[in-house]
């Protein structure tokens, strides 16, 4: 939003730009632009930083996600209810959509990580290159970090791949 009201604008100096992005800003975001005066020149500089730490797709799209799936039901029927459901539901799938991902890869990615331990899903964000994981990298990640896993903790809990052992492919 900001983008479009204030940065793209060509009738607004850089001087005023800056000014309405500093009166904007607090806690963490504002602790990007330590160090660096908030003058007319440094708008650039202030503002791809700002960009480069908080224009995550996958952050957005979990937030989106996140909101969609917390949305309380609704219980009774009310026209307040309903255009209130219409407007903030809404609102939200189509901030979800301008993200101009693959919706239905990101939601099975985003369900199936949100069921992982802690240490597994930072492990993954550690393998990760690309910003946007999809379902099936997950998956090929799991399946072998499983692998991994099986091998370092020979033991009861890989009983299952050990009687697979026993009776062989063909059995």
């Not at 209810?81 to 539901?89: A, I």
């Not at 990615?109 to 550690?126: G, I, M």
């Amino acid at each position: 939003m900001f983008k479009t009201n204030v940065h793209n604008r060509t009738d607004m100096t850089k001087a005023v730009k800056m000014q309405y992005l500093m009166s904007k800003l607090t806690d963490r975001a504002l602790s990007v632009t330590a160090g660096v005066p908030p003058t007319e020149d440094n708008y650039d500089i202030i503002f791809d930083a700002l960009v480069e730490k908080y224009n995550d797709k996958r952050v957005i799209a979990s937030h989106y996600l996140d909101t969609l799936f917390s949305y309380k039901p609704i219980r009774t029927e009310s026209s307040v209810q309903l255009g209130n459901f219409v407007d903030k539901f809404g609102a939200t799938v189509a901030a979800l959509r301008a993200l101009d991902i693959d919706i239905g890869e990101f939601i099975l990615f985003y369900l199936a990580n949100s069921k992982l331990d802690e240490e597994t899903r930072r492990a993954f964000e550690t393998s990760l290159v690309e910003e946007m994981p999809t379902f099936k990298k997950l998956l090929e990640f799991l399946s072998s970090r499983t692998k991994m896993l099986s091998r370092v903790n020979p033991g009861p809990s890989n009983s299952s791949h050990s009687k697979a052992c026993l009776f062989g492919p063909d059995e």
